[in-house]
């Protein structure tokens, strides 16, 4: 599917589609797919921006967007990132606010005729997120999470992102590339020599970032680069194909 149904309206962080747009790319598919990107407001160490898992998660979004006829949504842009609270700037709703949410817009998509919602998620903290999916889907109803750990895995070799997942936990090499690809006005120095790693995280739900890393980094950013960006997005777009098929097939469920 890669490659149909591209876009006629212009986007950025937030979609500009019309209701027209809307209209007619939902004309020729037989289940119309939205797309809602769920970032966080939380410190990304000393270069990134408070907003860098929306920034992430509309990136990723925007290159689905380009090669699927989706439905892109405007973000949510503050989540669940109560392991951040030492830093300021950090900002938090509930678990049961964001699970409330994110089903309060499936409901609303399906009133609308749009039956089936991916979510695509990027902060690792959303672990509710998991729950909205499973529940909508235990009903019968069409949702999926995106992307998956191998997801981002596929994504980090074709990238040639040398950190591995478990290192590269926050404003690492992933993040910083995918930045300096899509928003390097959004990066600033410093990236080059803020690598810090702390692999051995098994308390962070009880003690927070703050007992693992003065600056907030845990990872390695000075290997980031704007081409592994691009690769990195490309190839989850990629990774969204068998998605993109599961729900569209009759009788698919997330």
């Not at 589609?17 to 809602?36: I, K, N, P």
């Not at 039956?115 to 909205?132: C, K, S």
């Not at 997942?165 to 910083?176: N, R």
Request: aromatic share 6%.
């Amino acid at each position: 599917m890669s490659g149909s149904g591209a876009r006629t309206a212009g986007f950025g962080v937030v979609p500009t589609d019309t209701t027209e747009d809307v209209r007619t790319r939902g004309a020729d598919v037989s289940t119309q797919v939205a797309v809602l990107p769920v970032g966080s407001f939380e410190q990304h160490g000393p270069f990134l921006p408070l907003a860098t898992d929306t920034l992430v998660a509309c990136a990723v979004a925007r290159e689905i967007a380009a090669a699927y006829p989706v439905h892109l949504l405007p973000p949510v842009t503050v989540s669940c990132s109560h392991e951040h609270a030492a830093w300021p700037g950090t900002v938090s709703i509930s678990a049961v606010t964001l699970h409330a949410v994110v089903s309060d817009i499936a409901a609303s998509l399906r009133r609308s005729g749009v039956d089936a919602l991916v979510v695509v998620n990027g902060h690792g903290g959303n672990y509710v997120l998991g729950n909205v999916v499973q529940e909508a889907s235990a009903r019968g109803e069409k949702a999926a999470l995106f992307p998956a750990a191998e997801d981002w895995e596929a994504a980090r070799e074709r990238a040639g992102v040398t950190t591995s997942l478990l290192t590269d936990m926050h404003a690492g090499e992933i993040e910083t590339s995918i930045l300096l690809h899509a928003h390097p006005e959004f990066v600033r120095p410093g990236y080059e020599s803020a690598d810090f790693t702390a692999d051995d995280r098994r308390q962070l739900l009880t003690v927070g970032m703050s007992a693992y890393t003065e600056s907030g980094v845990i990872g390695r950013p000075s290997l980031g680069s704007a081409e592994k960006g691009r690769v990195l997005l490309e190839s989850l777009a990629d990774s969204f194909k068998p998605y993109f098929e599961l729900l569209t097939s009759s009788g698919g469920r997330g």
